[in-house]
C-alpha cells in the first residue's frame, strides 16, 4: 500500500492495552530512502525524549481509525535506550536500539538489501535466534534525515529549477520512499510531479537541494499526477517507462527470491 507522509501524521499508536501516542514524523536513510523510524509525540508520557518506533514493531494499520497496532508495551518503551529530543540519532543509540529488543540492524549484512541481511522488514518469531543469526559486521554508514527537514527543499533539474519537496510517498510492506511529491508552483502553476529517489543525481544536504538530471520538458510530460491520483500499477509502469526505469517492484521481486 503507497500511503503520504503526511496522511500517516496523526495515526494513533497503540498496542492491544495502552495508546503510545501519534505519529509525528518520519527518520528515513538517505542511501535507500527507506523509513527507520516512526517518531511518536507521546504527550505527557515521556516527555524530554524521542520516542523511536522500528517498522519492525508495527503490526498492523487500520485506515479508517487512523489508527497503527504496535506489538510494543508500554514498559518495553519506558525502559528502552533513551534520547534526549534535542539530540540527532547517533550510530551508538541505534545499536543499543536494536540491541535491546533483539531485532536486526538494517545496516548489517548485505549492503543491497535495504534491510540488511534481509530483502524485507522481516522478524523471526524468536527474537533471541534472530539476534544469533544477525552478522555483526557494520556493513555500511547510515545517515539519517528527517521527513519534517526535508520537507521544502529546493528540486533542481538540468536546466533549472523544478520546485520544493512537499510530501512523500512511502510503501508500507518495505516502509521505503517510492516518490517525492513536489510542487511546481513557481515554475508549472497548479501542477504536481512525482519523482522516484532513484531519480535523484545528488542532494546538498547542506544547500537544502536536490539536483535532478533530467531536463524539465521530460518531466512537464511525464504522466499527470494530482492529489486524487489514484498510484495504481498501471500509474506507476507508465511513469517509469516515461523516464525510461525499471519498476522498483520488479527489483524487491528479485531480492525476495534470492
Known sequence: MLSKAKTLEGY???NLHDEIGKVKEFYFDDHYWTIRYLVAD???WLTGRQVLISPYALAARVK???H???NLTKKQIESSPSLSSDKPVSQQFET????YYGWPMYWSGSYSYMWGSYPYPYLEPNPEKQAETTPEEKGWDPHLRSTHEVTGYHIQAADGELGHIEDFIIDEETWTIRYLIV???NWWPGQKILLAPQWIDRVSWGESKVFVNLPRETIKQAPAYTEESLL???YETRLHQHYNRPGY???TAKEFLR
Do not use: F, M, P, V
Open 249 to 251: 517492484w520488479e527489483s
Open 96 to 99: 543499543d536500539y536494536y540491541g
Open 232 to 234: 495504481s500499477r498501471d
Open 12 to 14: 494513533k499508536l497503540a
Open 64 to 66: 479508517e481509525q487512523h
Open 68 to 70: 497503527i497496532t504496535i
Open 183 to 185: 510542487d511546481t508552483r
Open 42 to 44: 507521546t504527550g505527557n
